[in-house]
Nanobody, 120 residues
Framework: QVQLVESGGGLVQAGGSLRLSCAVSGRIFGIDAMGWYRQAPGKQRELVAA???????NYADSVKGRFTISRDNAKNTVYLQMNSLRPEDTAVYSC??????????????WGQGTQVTVSS
């Protein structure tokens, strides 16, 4: 059973920082791409940042220069460092991982989501 467990959300004032973590556990062969998504009330889920196994990254325009995604392949963990937070960053943040479960099976898995609230 593959599980993604997130941590690090919370309440922060505008201009502050938070660091999200997402650890993948279970019997797996490896992990391809990993990413962070967010969904604000009344809005569609959007990609915030993604990172390949080799470390190539891409970001939503709204977070470029403020957020940094990274990963530790030895720990099967992805991080999202969020700086200069704005009220519009308020959302539920969820991590996603493309997991190589076996030689014949690759699947997309999601974490449970963590709330990030930025007060003005």
């Amino acid at each position: 059973q593959v599980q993604l467990v997130e941590s690090g959300g919370g309440l922060v004032q505008a201009g502050g920082s938070l660091r999200l973590s997402c650890a993948v556990s279970g019997r797996i062969f490896g992990i391809d791409a990993m990413g962070w998504y967010r969904q604000a009330p009344g809005k569609q889920r959007e990609l915030v940042a993604a990172i390949t196994h080799s470390g190539s990254t891409n970001y939503a325009d709204s977070v470029k220069g403020r957020f940094t995604i990274s990963r530790d392949n030895a720990k099967n963990t992805v991080y999202l460092q969020m700086n200069s937070l704005r009220p519009e960053d308020t959302a539920v943040y969820s991590c996603n991982a493309r997991v190589i479960v076996s030689l014949l099976r690759i699947g997309d898995y999601w974490g449970q989501g963590t709330q990030v609230t930025v007060s003005s």
